[in-house]
């Protein structure tokens, strides 16, 4: 599986065929990050055959719907539970990501185990995720953010299109450089 542009998040329920024996088997239901479905699938039967003694010829998928987040409109802290295989072994981490979305905060975490550990993301494995308040953040990059005076100061501006001339000025070009720095 390729992590290559946003993740999505698939609710993926699958079971074991039915049989004379077995006529309505339990149904198992997996929430699962990948690109498409079609990777989501396959996830899901690589989990099943760890679990549960079922693979992709005994079993069946019943249903595969794409979840989508419903407030997608402010920014939320997220914190993210995970084993990975390394060079060295298996690993178990938690990371924490500000996005707007869930499918956007697991995205960033595939880009940052990629560049900061190597890591495949055949060989990320997301056990948990949850969304945090203010007071529930451990690392202090997110923290930093979620103070109530929160400033976002605008350093090297351009006064207006024209280069502090009104708005209706005749002059298109100016002679001079832009001011940028404003104390």
């Given amino acids: 599986m390729t992590a290559a542009g946003e993740m999505r998040q698939y609710q993926v329920v699958g079971r074991k065929a039915a049989s004379e024996e077995n006529p309505n088997p339990e149904a198992y239901r997996m929430v699962i990050f990948a690109p498409n479905p079609v990777a989501a699938k396959s996830k899901f039967w690589y989990f099943m055959r760890q679990f549960r003694k079922m693979k992709k010829t005994t079993g069946e998928i019943l249903d595969c719907v794409e979840l989508v ?3 997608a409109r402010t920014v939320k802290n997220y914190g993210i539970w995970l ?3 390394s060079r060295s072994g298996t690993h178990n981490m938690y990371r924490e990501y500000r996005d707007l979305k869930l499918t956007g905060a697991v995205s960033q975490l595939y880009n940052e185990m990629a560049g900061r550990h190597r890591c495949r ?6 056990i948990r995720t949850a969304t945090l308040g203010a007071s529930q953040l451990k690392r202090a990059n997110g923290a930093q953010f979620a103070q109530k005076q929160v400033k976002f100061p ?10 502090g001339a009104k708005a209706l000025s ?9 001011t940028t720095h404003f104390s």
């Avoid at 605008?154 to 280069?163: E, N, Q």
Wanted: no cysteine; hydrophobic share 25%.
């Fill in 154 to 163: 605008l350093p090297h501006r351009v006064d207006s299109a024209k280069r």
């Fill in 170 to 178: 005749d002059r298109t070009f100016s002679t001079v450089r832009p």
């Fill in 69 to 71: 987040e419903k407030n």
């Fill in 83 to 85: 084993r990975y295989d």
């Fill in 121 to 126: 993301p055949r060989s990320i494995q997301i």
